[in-house]
């Protein structure tokens, strides 16, 4: 059964802290490996994707990883911000025949950052 | 990147009532679109995939007679809660599928039915 777990459920972290987010993933065949970040009452905005072949890939302050033999992936956060306060989904697309993707969504971690 | 918007965004209505939502793909076309149900502290429920042209594929659970999706155009797609009850209330979420098969997400519909 294709799954995505993710943990911890929910963190709080003082502002100007790092975290680091994990994802595990059983997903066959895989095709990639996106982080959303949403905020309350927003649809996801794509952080990183990554396909097979990579292990690494950032922007900004936002530092993934992905271990395609463990199936685990992680999303660093550095220097955390008030705005950095949302959930964190991790997404797996699983390949199918018909040459489209279908989404494999995580329960996202709910990120709380206080001042 | 590509920009999918959603209308309106927050509704209440009576129940009883049907509900219109519309997602539109702005900068691209987009043959496949997606309805995603969200519940609070929970993550997105995929609902079914809207193909311009043809029927709707609904998700194992989802009545298609209570939530009618048409995508008329390769911009638009409709999603359409008929006779709302308090229980569907919930965040509605679409996406469009680009040409490189990346889904863009709206930024969502808050239903509430009273």
């Known amino acids: 059964k294709n799954q995505v777990e993710q943990s911890p459920q929910s963190l709080i972290i003082l502002e100007g802290k790092n975290c680091t987010l994990q994802?595990?993933?059983?997903?066959?065949?895989?095709?990639?490996l996106r982080w959303y970040k949403q905020d309350t009452g927003r649809g996801p905005v794509s952080l990183t994707i990554?396909?097979?072949?990579?292990n690494t890939k950032s922007n900004g302050r936002y530092t993934a990883t992905l271990d395609a033999d463990t199936k685990q992936s992680s999303l660093h956060i550095t220097a955390s911000q008030l705005s950095d306060s949302a959930s964190y989904i991790c997404?797996?697309?699983?390949?199918?025949?018909?040459?489209?993707?279908?989404?494999?969504f995580g329960a996202g971690t709910r990120l709380a950052v206080h001042p | 990147g590509a920009v999918v918007s959603q209308h309106p965004s927050r509704v209440i209505c009576k129940s009883g009532t049907s509900v219109k939502i519309e997602c539109r793909s702005l900068?691209?076309?987009?043959?496949?679109m997606f309805w995603y149900r969200q519940f609070p502290k929970q993550s997105l429920m995929l609902m079914a995939t809207?193909?311009?042209?043809?029927?709707?594929?609904?998700e194992q659970g989802v009545e298609k007679d209570k939530f009618l999706i048409n995508h008329a155009s390769l911009t638009l797609s409709t999603l359409t809660v008929t006779s709302a009850h308090p229980e569907d209330s919930s965040f509605y979420i679409c996406?469009?599928?680009?040409?490189?098969?990346?889904?863009?997400f709206g930024p969502g519909t808050r239903l509430t039915v009273l």
């Open positions: 997404v797996v697309s699983a390949g199918f025949s018909g040459g489209y993707n279908k989404l494999i």
């Open positions: 809207s193909n311009e042209g043809s029927k709707a594929t609904y």
């Open positions: 900068d691209f076309q987009a043959t496949t």
């Open positions: 990554m396909t097979f072949s990579e």
């Open positions: 994802c595990n993933y059983t997903v066959s065949p895989f095709s990639n």
């Open positions: 996406s469009a599928r680009d040409n490189t098969d990346t889904q863009y």
